[in-house]
């Protein structure tokens, strides 16, 4: 278990090391060209620009859900003994649900990045704003991204066999959230990559003793 974690770590230490440049590259070069594009080919058809205009935020109704629904169904199943990988993933999911909430809400005020809608409304707004709580400056990471893809990533930590299918959903939430102007192409993949340091350090964090013993 041990040689597990340590591989985990250091997939995580390289990952965010190379993600730092290319979240520069994307910035600067990436972001803008992707946004026009989808402005200029996906919304130049008047059903999907009717389709996604309004689409919404049901975010914050699904950690509730979450959170609520793995309390009870942890507490009915420890309470009887049952302490299998379905009561253990409640457990993280009871954690992890607020958890990555919070810091998608945190790292928003820290960042204060323009979010693609109003960049595109105003281009003059693009860029960072860090701390300045500006309104339509909430775009990085990506809520969704940091939010769903923790709770796909413990799933898939205590069922394994279904990481396909959540990888696969993790990759059409984030094309669905750039095909729809809702966030930049760099909101995106950093939001996924903190969804997963995230998720491990909730685990590490819940489970260690018990994986030690």
């Known amino acids: ?27 600067l070069y990436l972001d803008i060209p992707v946004a026009t594009f989808v ?8 059903h999907w620009l009717r389709a996604t205009s309004d689409l919404p935020d049901l975010l914050l109704g699904v950690v509730v859900a ?10 009915l199943r420890s309470g009887k003994g049952i302490l299998d990988r379905a009561t253990l993933l ?6 992890l649900a607020p958890a990555s909430y919070l810091a ?11 979010n693609t809608r109003y960049w ?3 281009p003059s707004a693009y860029g960072f704003h860090c701390f300045q709580m500006k309104e339509h400056c909430e775009g990085f ?5 940091l939010v769903m893809v923790a709770l796909l990533a413990a799933g898939w930590r205590f069922y394994p066999e279904g990481r396909p299918f959540g990888i696969v959903l993790s990759v059409l939430l984030g094309v669905a959230l750039i095909a729809t102007n809702y966030h930049f192409l760099s909101d995106v993949v950093v939001g996924g990559y903190l969804a997963i340091l995230l998720e491990v350090t909730i685990s590490r964090l819940l489970f260690c003793r018990r994986r030690t013993s």
């Not at 979450?66 to 507490?75: Q, R």
């Not at 809400?105 to 204060?112: R, Y």
């Open 1 to 27: 278990m041990t040689d597990v974690t340590d591989t985990t770590s250091r997939w995580l230490a390289v990952s965010g090391i190379l993600l730092i440049p290319f979240t520069v590259v994307c910035v």
């Open 39 to 46: 402005r200029d080919h996906l919304y130049a058809n008047r």
């Open 66 to 75: 979450a959170t609520i629904g793995s309390c009870f169904f942890y507490l």
């Open 90 to 95: 409640a457990k993280e999911i009871l954690w």
């Open 104 to 114: 998608k809400a945190l790292l928003k005020i820290a960042f204060g990045r323009s």
């Open 120 to 122: 595109l409304s105003d």
């Open 141 to 145: 990471p990506s809520g969704h991204m």
